[in-house]
């Protein structure tokens, strides 16, 4: 992977405000103008949350793949808003991510998954917890990995 920098992580108040737009940007091609997401706002709030951090990759100029953790500190801790660039698809970045994630929390790890990517999660340690559910318009289902 030439290029690509080391997955960073950090709280809002520590994110360069570039950055940060990069990040946003990124969710919002993928969420908002590829999976057509509008019944729900992208900026929900939780990213302002004092318990949130968001992980991302860079390469050059632009944000390829991020995710936020939800309850960073908590007793479980919510992995939520993955995305990946289109043109950094395949090339395992997200799998990177939520690798980072579950090393920097030792916590049980949960997720609610788009329906299609369950297999995806299940290499990831990862098993479904309860019946599909519809979030956004999109088939989901929640999983949860066991912290270590």
């Known amino acids: 992977m030439a290029g690509v920098t080391s997955i960073r992580s950090a709280?809002?108040?520590r994110i360069a405000p570039a950055t940060l737009y990069r990040i946003v940007r990124l969710r919002t091609e993928v969420f908002v103008?590829?999976?057509g997401i509008v019944s729900e706002p992208e900026l929900d709030g939780l990213d302002l949350e004092p318990g949130t951090t968001h992980y991302w990759v860079e390469e050059g100029d632009?944000?390829?793949a991020t995710l936020r953790v939800l309850d960073a500190d908590?007793?479980?801790i919510h992995i939520g808003r993955v995305a990946t660039a289109k043109q950094a698809r395949g090339r395992g970045l997200a799998a990177r991510l939520i690798e980072s994630v579950i090393d920097d929390h030792p916590q049980p790890v949960e997720?609610?998954?788009q329906a299609?990517?369950?297999d995806?999660?299940?290499r990831l340690g990862f098993e479904r917890t309860g019946p599909n559910c519809v979030e956004a318009g999109i088939d989901h289902l929640p999983m949860r990995r066991p912290g270590r």
């Open 11 to 13: 709280t809002l108040d």
């Open 33 to 35: 103008y590829e999976q």
């Open 62 to 64: 632009d944000v390829v």
């Open 74 to 76: 908590g007793p479980v």
């Open 111 to 113: 997720i609610l998954a």
């Open 116 to 118: 299609y990517l369950e």
């Open 120 to 122: 995806w999660y299940g």
